[in-house]
């Protein structure tokens, strides 16, 4: 059974830094694109990083670029996403998501097909 689980959320302060993980199970993950999503209250779900299957290309929205980092361990089956600097802005729920078994990440979450359940971060000014 396919299955996202994330972790690693909390309240920190401004400029302090926080590393969420997501751990994968089920097959299809091994071929799968995958990506980090945030929704904050009263707004949308957006895309906040990607990568491809291999760990070689990833990308991230305007806001997260130069401040946090995706990466994967395939051997562990696991998303990380690094975040630096923290601001204020960044409260949200963050969620990890798996685009099988395609192997591009995309920045709709339409393009993705299965999801965490998601992680609150909260960074206070």
């Known amino acids: 059974q396919e299955q996202l689980v994330e972790s690693g959320g909390g309240l920190v302060q401004a400029g302090d830094s926080l590393r969420l993980s997501c751990a994968a199970s089920g097959r299809t993950f091994g071929r799968a694109a995958m990506g980090w999503f945030r929704q904050a209250p009263g707004k949308e779900r957006e895309f906040v990083a990607g990568i491809s299957w291999s760990g070689s290309t990833s990308g991230y929205a305007s806001s997260a670029k130069g401040r946090f980092t995706i990466t994967r361990d395939s051997a562990k089956n696991t998303l990380y996403l690094q975040m630096n600097s923290l601001k204020p802005e960044d409260t949200a729920v963050y969620y990890c998501?798996?685009?099988?078994?395609?192997?591009?990440?995309?920045?709709?979450?339409?393009?993705?097909?299965?999801w965490g359940q998601g992680t609150q971060v909260t960074v206070s000014s």
């Open positions: 998501a798996a685009r099988g078994p395609w192997t591009n990440y995309g920045i709709r979450d339409n393009q993705y097909n299965y």
